[in-house]
């Protein structure tokens, strides 16, 4: 694997010709910034990545895209947040997702992948019971429309599993967290994270 310091290094390239040469293209410029932040959050830099996520909000309002897009950036948004512990910030982020995520169908991935990161979320401040139902239902409606081992499918089911390592359910928990396991190295391999 490639040492983390040298992918920061490209990272940090990458975002500061972003913003030199995209300003006239803040639509393109918000698919690059987010694409920064999903690297900078899978090498564990969540609050740096969450200054990316910022940026692709920024351009996609001036793109003035539509709700899907705000949707989906705001969710790796609220999933940096929980990651370094801004809960107030990543609550309020919550609330708007809430709201906005009737503007599309029950089945949009979008839909789904932003749900997924507010029942994360309420897993985070021990809501249990409301993070369950909400990734309950999401992991139901991915598997029915995008198939049993979608990668949306598979997030929700990872938030299922936070959600049952309670005393009460730890079995079950545990059980679907080895299922989990398996398919997600059907699916990435097993050098995967």
């Given at each position: ?120 979320h309420e897993c985070t401040l021990f809501r249990r019971e409301p993070c369950r139902e909400r990734l309950t239902r999401v992991y139901d409606v991915a598997r029915k429309t ?48």
């Amino acid at each position: 694997t490639m040492d983390r310091s040298l992918i920061r290094l490209m990272l940090d390239s990458a975002a500061n010709n972003a913003a030199r040469s995209l300003s006239e293209a803040p639509e393109v410029r918000a698919s690059i910034e987010q694409s920064i932040g999903d690297a900078y959050y899978s090498i564990g830099e969540f609050e740096v990545a969450d200054t990316h996520f910022i940026a692709a909000l920024q351009a996609a309002d001036a793109a003035h895209l539509d709700i899907a897009a705000q949707l989906r950036l705001t969710a790796r948004r609220l999933d940096a947040l929980n990651q370094f512990g801004r809960y107030a910030e990543a609550s309020k982020l919550a609330d708007w997702i809430k709201d906005a995520v009737v503007a599309l169908p029950d089945t949009d991935p979008d839909r789904l992948f932003a749900e997924t990161s507010v029942g994360i979320h309420e897993c985070t401040l021990f809501r249990r019971e409301p993070c369950r139902e909400r990734l309950t239902r999401v992991y139901d409606v991915a598997r029915k429309t995008l198939g049993e081992d979608s990668p949306l499918a598979l997030h929700a089911a990872a938030g299922i599993v936070v959600s049952d390592f309670a005393p009460d359910r730890y079995a079950e928990g545990k059980a679907l967290a080895q299922n989990l396991y398996e398919r997600y190295t059907k699916l990435y391999g097993p050098e995967d994270s």
